[in-house]
């Protein structure tokens, strides 16, 4: 047994000596002949090393990953998709290999050594060689990293990423599949909308045209945003305050200043008196009984005065200089 396994380590080392011998150009020819058929390459602990030895003409980007579910690398698994599609994309929009660019993916399973030798004790790691000789050489051997800091990053993000260490090459871009699942999911929810509206229209369009309810719902939106509600959710104001002598004060003594309270009550107040007068135009001219009608109108009538006088009265408090008012609120 321990034969076999010096027998098989001496193979190994046979093989890379020899992976070592080829020219850059040949290296990149028989891995790039492969990724047009597979792109990322699986790697082994030997083809990693030819790949990645020096001298380089070419680039090679490699993710070290670990996607078997004993390591529980989720993130692992949630990238393995985006990287498949950026490899295949990439190779596909660039046959004859203009970009100089190779994608592999090394496990941990099949680089175990690979990892210790780099120091790795958490995966997915992303590592763009540059070449070492040509016209994109670069002065450091030393691949460049990416950050998986924020999460799995998509393939184009990560396209981004090598578009910008890759200068002056081609940069196919990223085609995702169409996903026919969800066309046939949004074809299906509007035809079944279409359907439900044309079903329902006899039902739903006598609600919309409804005079009464557009009325009572424009009444609403003016009450709300006249009686200052907006100002107060921009100015963020309080409920209510303190007046200084242990109380409350619910009325913001400046136009400059409103409180939560003040709001409601303001709107409150316009909106009974916009139903009274409604009341007092259209309702009360129909009661046939003049004892009754006559005993409406006043009743609408004093309201509106009670509401008005209640609104002069916070008017003051807010402008102290303003001279008039209405009983009982003086």
Request: proline share 7%; glycine share 8%.
């Amino acid at each position: 047994m321990r034969f076999f396994k010096s027998l098989l380590s001496a193979t190994l080392l046979i093989a890379g000596a020899l992976a070592a011998k080829k020219s850059p150009t040949e290296r990149f020819s028989e891995y790039h002949t492969k990724a047009l058929s597979s792109s990322p390459l699986k790697l082994s602990e030997t083809s990693y090393k030819s790949l990645t030895s020096t001298p380089r003409d070419y680039s090679v980007v490699v993710l070290l990953t670990a996607l078997e579910n004993r390591f529980g690398c989720q993130l692992c698994r949630d990238f393995q998709p985006e990287y498949d599609l950026l490899g295949k994309g990439w190779v596909k929009g660039d046959k004859k290999a203009e970009s100089r660019l190779l994608f592999g993916t090394l496990d941990f399973v099949d680089g175990r050594d690979v990892f210790v030798s780099l120091g790795l004790q958490t995966a997915p790691v992303l590592l763009l060689f540059q070449p070492t000789e040509g016209p994109h050489a670069v002065a450091s051997k030393d691949p460049i990293r990416y950050d998986f800091t924020t999460g799995p990053p998509t393939a184009e993000q990560v396209h981004g990423w090598l578009s910008r260490h890759l200068t002056d090459r081609p940069h196919p871009p990223v085609k995702r599949p169409i996903n026919w699942q969800r066309w046939a999911s949004a074809i299906t929810i509007i035809l079944g909308g279409i359907t439900l509206v044309a079903t329902a229209s006899p039902y739903i369009l006598p609600v919309i045209q409804n005079r009464a309810l557009w009325a009572t719902g424009s009444m609403f939106f003016v009450l709300l945003f006249t009686s200052g509600y907006m100002f107060c959710q921009i100015r963020n104001v309080p409920y209510v305050t303190g007046n200084g002598k242990g109380g409350v004060s619910y009325f913001a003594g400046s136009f400059q200043n409103q409180h939560g309270l003040e709001t409601q009550v303001v709107g409150g107040l316009y909106g009974i008196l916009a139903i009274t007068f409604t009341v007092l135009v259209t309702k009360v001219p129909t009661i046939s009984n003049p004892r009754y009608q006559q005993v409406a109108a006043v009743a609408c009538g004093g309201t509106i005065f009670l509401l008005q006088s209640a609104l002069l009265s916070i008017f003051r408090i807010k402008n102290g200089g303003y001279p008039f008012s209405l009983p009982p609120f003086m």
